[in-house]
């Protein structure tokens, strides 16, 4: 994607997600940004159909989750994006979701790297993580990409609850 789309696709996008989310999810991307990579949000807001497709097809673990945030009169208010590697968007590289993975815990925010993995492999992202180890040779979780506030979970978004 040419930069003026990737940044456009962006902000398009960020309209979709609740502002203290959306303001650290802006840094992380600045930073990486900084680092000369090239993120690029691909899903933000999900409508609940769209999140069952995902869900059937084995791409979410949840019928209804931080994609799919909305506020009381219906308005977007996503907890969630899938960041992309845009020079890579099929098969990001070990080096992009390391430093994705460190940007976002910098700024209040988690991702997917570990999930699903035992506990040694977990331990082998925070080590490269701590040393800016970012071509360590580490497996990462099923959804590496995947953006999230801490602190709050699915069920108390769901109710209304939101990061400060």
């Known amino acids: 994607m040419k930069e003026p789309a990737r940044k456009a696709r ?3 996008r ?10 650290r999810l802006e840094q992380v991307i600045t930073e990486l940004e900084d680092e000369n990579l090239r993120p690029r949000i691909q899903d933000a807001w999900r409508s609940p159909e769209d999140q069952l497709i995902a869900f059937k097809e084995g791409h979410a673990k949840l019928k209804y989750g931080f994609h799919n945030v909305t506020g009381p009169n219906g308005k977007k208010e996503a907890l969630a994006v899938d960041l992309l590697d845009d020079d890579a968007p099929l098969k990001p590289g070990t080096p992009y979701i390391l430093r994705l993975a460190a940007a976002a815990e910098r700024h209040g925010l988690t991702t997917g790297v570990r999930w699903g993995l035992p506990m040694k492999l977990r331990q082998g992202i925070d080590k490269a993580i701590a040393e800016k180890n970012w071509d360590a040779p580490v497996k990462v979780g099923w ?10 979970t699915v069920a108390e978004a769901k109710a209304g609850k939101r990061p400060a």
């Open 14 to 23: 960020k309209a979709t997600l609740y502002p203290t989310f959306a303001a």
């Open 143 to 152: 959804d590496p990409l995947h953006i999230e506030p801490t602190g709050i």
């Open 10 to 12: 962006n902000a398009e």
